[in-house]
């Protein structure tokens, strides 16, 4: 009797491929893609960054550098900096803050010339540069110049019409490249920048923004460092009459109110307009008021008469907090 035959080997394997290429057993192609990767860190400059000074050799700088970290627009919390400097020594202050902010005290090297400093997270980096003299220049001075801004009247909370203007000597000639540091006193005083370099002529300029108590009010220039010489300035802040304001929300080019800080007069009612994008008003504080929860598209407004001074604080729960993210006061006076 004839036995049958079996399959030889090689051909159970050429059935098994094309059982497997027919798709027996797969998954029919059904696999989801992989998630999107997250948005990159990314290292920028603080304000002030403490880049651009100018410093004797083997000095530590007047100034710590500064950097704040942010992923996908949002601020990263502690997050470790990595420091590095072209010359001297350098060493950060601990990981960013609860504002994505890290600092960094530099001493630079004794070379005359450029010397730079790197902050680095991964691939993302921001760069400083301190310009590094090897003899010690003639004493430092700084003192009014022409039409210097000192003696304005503004209203509290307000930037005043002219710039604070000052003049920085080294050796009694004009001295360019030199670091002046502005100081406001007072509740709310502040100046845009807060340090500036004097230009090629000495000269040194930045904005004045009032406090919120009117009266008088003070602010000084130093030059080189807080310890340097100074100079000082004088203002008077006038109150606001009670009236209408209008604060705006956005969503399209960061999402934010604005103006983020709004100095009004006790009586004043203000208006919150969405502009675009969805939004709640949540007070967070005391003084508070109602606010307007639940959250909202526009066309929508919402308005509120402010009788009470105090400083309300307010913030949107969809892009930020009580502490981060979007968030506004209004001064009331």
């Avoid at 090297?109 to 760069?127: D, F």
């Avoid at 909370?157 to 002219?162: E, H, K």
């Avoid at 705006?248 to 999402?255: H, I, P, S, V, W």
């Avoid at 109110?257 to 949540?282: I, K, M, N, R, Y």
Wanted: charged residues 10%; aromatic residues 8%.
């Amino acid at each position: 009797m004839t036995r049958p035959r079996r399959p030889s080997f090689s051909l159970a394997l050429l059935f098994g491929a094309l059982s497997s290429a027919c798709g027996g057993g797969g998954d029919g192609g059904t696999t989801p893609p992989p998630p999107p990767p997250p948005p990159p860190i990314v290292v920028e400059k603080g304000t002030p960054s403490g880049d651009g000074q100018t410093i004797i050799g083997g000095q530590a700088l007047a100034v710590p550098l500064k950097v704040k970290v942010t992923r996908g627009g949002a601020v990263v919390v502690g997050q470790a900096i990595t420091w590095t400097a072209s010359g001297g020594a350098i060493g950060g202050n601990g990981p960013t803050n609860s504002e994505g902010i890290a600092t960094a005290n530099w001493t630079v090297g004794v070379t005359a010339g450029i010397q730079t400093a790197n902050a680095t997270v991964g691939t993302a980096s921001a760069q400083f540069a301190a310009t590094v003299l090897t003899a010690t220049p003639g004493p430092i001075g700084i003192s009014f110049l022409g039409a210097t801004g000192n003696g304005q009247t503004g209203n509290v909370g307000s930037q005043l019409t002219n710039e604070l203007r000052v003049l920085v000597t080294r050796g009694g000639a004009p001295a360019g490249g030199e670091l002046v540091v502005w100081q406001a006193d007072g509740a709310n005083s502040f100046f845009e920048p807060e340090q500036t370099t004097s230009g090629a002529d000495g000269i040194a300029t930045s904005s004045w923004t009032l406090g919120t108590t009117a009266g008088a009010q003070a602010a000084t220039a130093f030059a080189g460092s807080l310890a340097g010489p100074s100079v000082g300035f004088t203002a008077t802040g006038v109150a606001l009459p009670p009236g209408t304001a209008t604060v705006k929300l956005y969503t399209a080019g960061g999402a934010r109110f604005e103006p983020a800080s709004l100095v009004v007069a006790a009586g004043t009612t203000v208006t919150f307009v969405w502009q675009d994008g969805f939004h709640d008003l949540l007070p967070t504080g005391a003084p508070t008021f109602p606010g307007a929860n639940g959250g909202f598209d526009p066309p929508k407004t919402y308005q509120f008469t402010f009788t009470t001074p105090g400083i309300y604080k307010y913030f949107c729960s969809v892009h930020g907090s009580p502490s981060t993210g979007m968030r506004g006061t209004v001064i009331v006076q």
